[in-house]
């Protein structure tokens, strides 16, 4: 779908000759450092070609309405402006009108409504971040189309604040932050604690990274992510009763260990030693990235899959089938999964010269133990939400 025809699609679900403005906001991967925002560490993420685009216009009355190309079924979702409380019926829509809501509720001047048309090219329930694409290229929409003064950082604390109180998924800020901050060929480091941020090139010299989608779909507020969540906490306040910290995200491997024996419960400890040893990977993997130590950088890698695997439990027969199997590929320098886990997708860094043999080995040895296939698309890492030119000359894959 090109431009254009996003534009022609909204004038035809919403009758009208008017000429929408048009948005994008990227999904993301997460190179290194899962399950580690909410613990106070750092993340290492990218945000992707693949996302949300949106087109919008203003109204003159106090109606939103919201349509998304990908869940056509669902029609047009209206409501008031007035009435923007979640409502499960809405589905998809709860996201925007979550935004829109928690915009208003920040004190900024939203006079009028809006029709505003969502289409994405992200798999959804893939592990990408479908769902903070659409909250923050919902902020983007509402900063034009009303001419505010929002601060980035601000937009990605509401995003991750609809996740948190209007959807009730108890995520961190990694997602939204990604999307928001996002740079081309750049991937962020970030302190999910502090927020303190830098930028780090992705130069991968005759390697790509893989996305591999196992098209088994995680239900993120299904999930044992909550639990997950609560063990941690669980495992900090055991650990505070013998070592000042504020987050897992303060200690390194040697004071995990020497103090690991005041978490209670044998899970809590498992889900702490992820915590520890990964953030202190994705800081080794910041400084291999940087000295272009690519193998060292695939083998943290490796070590964070088997760690998510073994010590926080959240891969599953169908991740951990991608992530053997593309261990077992001839110049794979690293594989993991990617997200929140439990389906979803996983990455791998491939040598580009075998992306074919690469794709169609471990399709085949994934068929034979899942049953189903894999779907493989390269990452390209591209900026951050973002308003777009008025014809940009890009062409989208359906």
């Not at 409501?79 to 996201?95: G, H, S």
């Not at 329930?125 to 034009?144: H, N």
């Amino acid at each position: 779908m090109e431009t254009q025809q996003l534009i022609r699609t909204f004038q035809r679900i919403f009758q009208t000759r008017k000429q929408p403005s048009t948005f994008f906001a990227p999904g993301r991967i997460n190179l290194i450092g899962e399950h580690t925002d909410y613990n106070g560490g750092h993340v290492f993420p990218a945000s992707i070609s693949f996302g949300t685009y949106a087109a919008a216009t203003r109204r003159d009355d106090q109606t939103i309405r919201l349509y998304s190309v990908n869940f056509s079924e669902t029609g047009i979702i209206e409501c008031e402006m007035d009435q923007l409380d979640y409502q499960e019926k809405d589905q998809w829509a709860n996201y925007p009108k979550g935004m829109i809501n928690y915009l208003m509720k920040e004190g900024l001047t939203i006079s009028s409504g809006a029709d505003i048309l969502f289409w994405g090219d992200i798999p959804n329930g893939a592990g990408l971040s479908s769902s903070a694409s659409i909250e923050m290229v919902t902020g983007v929409v509402a900063e034009s189309l009303y001419d505010l003064a929002i601060d980035r950082i601000r937009m990605i604390q509401l995003g991750q604040k609809v996740e948190n109180e209007y959807i009730g998924v108890n995520s961190g800020i990694m997602d939204q932050f990604a999307i928001g901050m996002g740079k081309k060929n750049h991937a962020i480091l970030l302190d999910c604690q502090s927020l303190d941020y830098s930028y780090a090139p992705v130069q991968l010299n005759g390697y790509i990274v893989m996305i591999i989608n196992t098209n088994k779909r995680r239900e993120l507020a299904g999930s044992k992510y909550n639990e997950r969540r609560m063990e941690c906490e669980r495992a900090l306040a055991d650990l505070q009763k013998v070592i000042g910290i504020s987050s897992l995200g303060d200690l390194t491997e040697e004071q995990f260990e020497a103090n690991k024996h005041a978490i209670q419960h044998a899970p809590d400890r498992k889900r702490a030693k992820h915590a520890v040893y990964e953030n202190r990977r994705t800081l080794k993997a910041l400084q291999s990235l940087k000295a272009n130590d690519l193998a060292h950088f695939g083998e943290l890698m490796n070590q964070s899959h088997i760690s998510l695997q073994e010590d926080y439990e959240v891969t599953g027969k169908e991740l951990d089938a991608i992530v053997e199997a593309a261990w077992r590929q001839p110049g794979v320098l690293g594989a993991r999964m990617t997200g929140a886990g439990f389906g979803g997708c996983a990455i791998a860094i491939v040598p580009e010269k075998e992306v074919e043999s690469f794709r169609e080995n471990v399709n085949h040895i994934y068929r034979e133990q899942v049953g189903y296939d894999a779907t493989f698309y390269p990452a390209t890492i591209s900026d951050g939400a973002k308003q777009l030119e008025k014809n940009p000359e890009k062409e989208w894959d359906r």
